[in-house]
């Protein structure tokens, strides 16, 4: 007979190896096939809604790994809450209008100008149609699951209809206007700029020191007096009609190289400094405040610069005396109406100089710094030139520097309804909890916001003017724009005439000849995607507002989850949202941003096709996604070492568990042994854990938890001593269906818990557990936490038993390093205990030696009666030594007592009974 033919091996076609990249496609074939996405949405209808409400990606390039761990934390969301009592839709969307695509498309080599506005608006549209093609096919290759072919996209005629109404609700409210206001403009893109759309570089500028001679000094200075600015933007001094002071501040006349000047009097100091006077005198303290419409002359063209008070005025740098230039700043330009002054803004849509920058015209604005400092120098204006680098806005896009330029433009007045915008942020639930301060901050400290771009690429601002120029925005307007948008979509409004998208016989008082013109500029991209709670929320049947949840990075913070607000307030007075979720950015294993120059880019689509998207999804579990997450070849081949912790512990349940029915074999939890008993406490307290962790998005701790479970509890415990139940034993020996009782529930948990993460392989595992009635573990429910019989006090003994079997395992350890013994089943353990070990040990009944792997097990007498060579540790004194007898041919246990059997002379009394009950046919 040969014995290995009645050993109960492990048998499953379930594959060790994952090899992911050629499996996870056929995986995902077959949820096309059985449209898992409805499948998902047929099952959990009726049960209460969770609507994550996804932030649209922009249409332009393949996805990047900041795609990826956006998506895939949706992803692990939304099936976490279909299977755990919700119905969860996922409608993803794409943002498709803006510059980056009229970019692509030059780029390509289209002539823009030799195109109509709707020939290459059809251009961009198809261009964009391409980009979420490919972008759709890259995310589903994520493992996402959503409803991927119908998803929202800001360039559909629905999407652009809705907006239209949001435009329309929040001019009805009074909160649309046109003015002409200072704004972050880009000549590099010609175009005005959301702050959404403004990052901060360093730049290297002119300081300079000018000085200003007092025209008229209101009996407080004398004419032979000069204010001292300081600015940055040398090119802004053509456009300077006026001085700040503070009110508040002290200003001092000083006396310094012959000549008076003003500053205020908290940086004399510094400003000497800086101007290297040597002993000037102050000659005259004055208020600031005493400094009001005094008259100063404009250095180069003689014009009056008016003195004037603000709040803005600081003395952390330059000389309190700030140089106002309406037209190209925030601060200025308030100032300046508050005091009637002009709006000049020199500068044209390509950063160009106007002939009323008389000297200058027709420069650019950056070139035209030196000469303007070199036209100071020549009046003797000029105190002092230096270069300083700081930090300076520059276009997201184009990555050049933007200016402050004062144009006429459309703005969403914030201030009007800024105390409903707070209150909203106070009443969202924010994670992390700073994110509520962050945006709370910004909106209050924001100024109206500017929705109006000179592009063609976007949603037209739906405005119609009057032969006197009054803009007309009415319900029947907006109304009839909307439709026309709905059925023709947006390209309608470059197609035709005024007149012919007006209501027909539509008639206006401003217009007695019935003569009308349209606005020509587009919608900011920040007020398509903010309007998504329209467009898409209550636009789908399938969908609510407010979303539930909305789950971007945390540069949307200023970007999505503000422009959303806005409008969501502004129309609803609400939140379109209940819940915000942030997460970081991905940087390199060494905390690098991720560049092209650098090399140090992790590519999702290369990552997948090497170790496959399990892996990917794994990582994303692993990090703490709510700072700024690292990746690296390293960090993931980490990964993919618990992945493969993970799939050998399926292996092994789904491997002895081939001959297990648990309609038949499995036993009641009274009836399992302690030891059995314990393994189902702790698996228990995992599944509270994880769905714990899935409720509070602690996904990492999800990660952590399962693999301690696989490594520890099972693969390290009690899978180790199980083999010698499960192999040896006859197929129904009490104490074998009892641990396969054990491995089914703990197969079964686990692939549930971990679906939502290893989307692929859990199903994978599915679709090997016999009984498994659903056609993919997707359409099932998260196990339920059981409070078991006893289970507290099951866990305080064990834990102990699971102290006591560590030092035992040291023990062997250095047996075994000492060549006393080599494998553990040839060792014999005695231990010497001290009361609380004993106690333990007589408490237990299962067998000892089986629990600890060894031959031969006892325990010798007390702590104090250990022999010298014990190794004393916490629990007990313990003797190693090599086993007496012989090793059973069948189980490899060492025992005196291997032949005692005539019939088989090499087995040990256990395996020849169980060869003789169970086997007897194949001798």
């Known amino acids: 007979m040969e014995y290995k033919d009645t050993l109960l091996m492990p048998k499953t076609e379930f594959p060790m190896r ?127 699951r959503g409803d991927w072919e119908n998803p929202y996209i800001t360039l559909k005629p629905e999407y652009e209809a809705q907006q239209i109404k949001v435009f329309g609700e929040m001019a009805k409210k009074g909160y649309i206007y046109k003015g002409l206001k200072p704004v972050y403009w880009s000549p590099s893109s010609e175009s005005a700029l959301a702050e959404a759309e403004i990052e901060y570089q360093d730049k290297k500028s002119a300081s300079i020191y000018v000085a200003f001679d007092v025209k008229d000094g209101k009996g407080v200075l004398d004419t032979d007096t000069q204010f001292i600015i300081w600015t940055t933007t040398p090119w802004t001094i053509p456009a300077n009609l006026g001085i700040t002071v503070h009110g508040d501040l002290s200003y001092v006349v000083v006396e310094a190289s012959g000549k008076k000047f003003v500053i205020a009097k908290d940086l004399l100091e510094s400003v000497t400094n800086e101007l290297g006077w040597e002993n000037p005198s102050v000659i005259k303290t004055v208020q600031g405040s005493e400094l009001e419409y005094i008259i100063a002359k404009h250095p180069l063209y003689g014009r009056d610069s008016l003195v004037m008070l603000g709040e803005h005025v600081t003395t952390d740098a330059g000389t309190g005396c700030v140089h106002t230039a309406p037209g190209h700043g925030e601060d200025d330009f308030l100032v300046g109406q508050k005091y009637g002054l002009d709006v000049l803004s020199p500068v044209d849509d390509k950063g160009c100089f106007t002939n009323e920058a008389e000297g200058f015209e027709g420069l650019f604005y950056d070139t035209a710094n030196k000469p303007i400092t070199e036209k100071l120098q020549e009046v003797g204006a000029l105190l002092k030139l230096q270069f300083i680098t700081h930090s300076y806005p520059h276009d997201w896009r184009t990555k050049k520097p933007v200016i402050f330029r004062a144009t006429a433009q459309w703005f969403a007045s914030i201030k009007d309804f800024r105390e409903d915008l707070l209150q909203a942020i106070k009443e969202t639930k924010w994670v992390p ?74 008639t206006h008082e401003s217009s007695p000849n019935g003569i009308f013109t349209k606005e020509t500029d587009i919608m900011d991209v920040w007020f398509d995607s903010g309007s998504s709670h329209q467009a898409v929320l209550e636009e789908r049947e399938d969908l609510q507002r407010p979303a539930d949840l909305y789950l971007e990075g945390s540069d949307q913070y200023r970007g999505w989850f503000n422009s959303s607000l806005s409008t969501g307030v502004a129309v609803t007075g609400k939140a379109p949202y209940k819940g915000v979720l942030s997460h970081g950015f991905a940087l390199d294993g ?63 349940l789904l491997g002895n568990l081939e001959d297990f029915n648990p309609s038949e074999n499995k036993v009641a939890y009274e009836n399992l042994r302690e030891v059995d008993q314990f393994v189902l406490v702790k698996l228990n307290e995992l599944i509270k854990n994880v769905r714990n962790a899935y409720e509070n998005y602690e996904f990492a701790s999800i990660y952590h938890a399962v693999n301690n479970f696989c490594t520890l509890d099972l693969s390290a415990f009690y899978l180790d001593f199980a ?189 020849a009974e169980v060869v003789k009950e169970n086997y007897s046919h194949l001798a």
């Open 18 to 144: 994952g090899n992911l990249p050629k499996r996870e496609p056929e995986i995902q074939e077959k949820w096309n096939e059985m449209d898992i996405y409805k499948a998902v949405q047929e099952r959990t209808q009726g049960r209460p809604l969770f609507v994550l409400h996804d932030g649209p990606p922009y249409a332009n390039g393949d996805i990047h790994m900041g795609h990826a761990l956006n998506k895939i934390l949706k992803d692990f969301i939304v099936r976490y809450k279909s299977m755990s009592g919700f119905q969860a839709p996922y409608v993803p969307g794409w943002d498709t209008h803006g510059l980056p695509i009229e970019q692509a498309l030059t780029n390509k080599g289209v002539k823009r100008k030799e195109l109509t506005v709707a020939e290459f608006r059809k251009l961009c549209e198809e261009y964009a149609y391409q980009q979420i093609d490919n972008q759709r096919s890259q995310f589903k290759r994520l493992g996402v």
């Open 433 to 506: 909890a700073w994110g509520e301060t962050r945006l709370f901050n910004m909106v209050r400290d924001r100024g109206d916001w500017c929705i109006s771009r000179q592009r063609v690429w976007g949603v037209p601002i739906p405005v119609f003017y009057a032969e006197n120029g009054e803009p007309i925005i009415t319900d029947e307007t907006i109304n009839h724009v909307s439709n026309l948008f709905r059925e023709h979509g947006s390209n309608i409004w470059f197609e035709r005439e005024a007149k012919d998208l007006l209501p027909a016989g539509f």
């Open 590 to 652: 060494e905390g690098r941003k991720m560049s092209k120059s650098i090399g140090n880019v992790v590519v999702p689509a290369k990552v997948m096709d090497q170790l496959g998207a399990d892996i990917l999804r794994l990582w994303v579990a692993s990090v703490d996604y709510q700072s700024d997450v690292r990746v690296s070849d390293a960090i993931l081949k980490q990964v993919a070492e618990v992945y493969r912790k993970i799939r050998n512990t399926f292996r092994f």
């Open 723 to 911: 083999k010698d139940v499960l192999y040896i034993e006859g197929a129904d020996h009490q104490d074998r269906r009892a641990i396969q009782t054990v491995l089914y529930e703990s197969l079964i948990a686990l692939t549930k818990l971990l679906s939502p993460i290893l989307s692929h392989t859990a199903d994978e595992v599915w679709s090997f557990i016999p009984d498994a009635k659903e056609a993919s573990v997707q359409l099932t429910d998260m196990p339920e936490y059981v409070e078991l019989a006893n289970g507290e006090k099951l866990v305080e003994k064990w834990t102990k038993f699971m102290t006591l079997r560590d030092d035992i395992l040291k023990a062997l350890e250095e047996a075994r390093n000492a060549k006393v013994i080599g494998k553990s089943l040839s060792a014999k353990v005695s231990l010497y205990v001290n009361g609380p070990t004993k106690e333990l040990l007589d408490s237990i009944s299962e067998n000892l030696q089986q629990l600890f792997i060894v031959s031969g097990f006892e325990v010798a007498g007390s702590y104090d009666q250990a022999p010298e060579e014990a190794v004393k540790l916490e629990t007990a004194a313990i003797v190693v030594s090599k086993a007496e007898g012989e090793t059973c041919e069948r189980c490899w246990v060492v025992t005196p007592e291997v032949g005692h059997d005539h019939d088989h002379p090499t087995l040990c009394p256990r395996c």
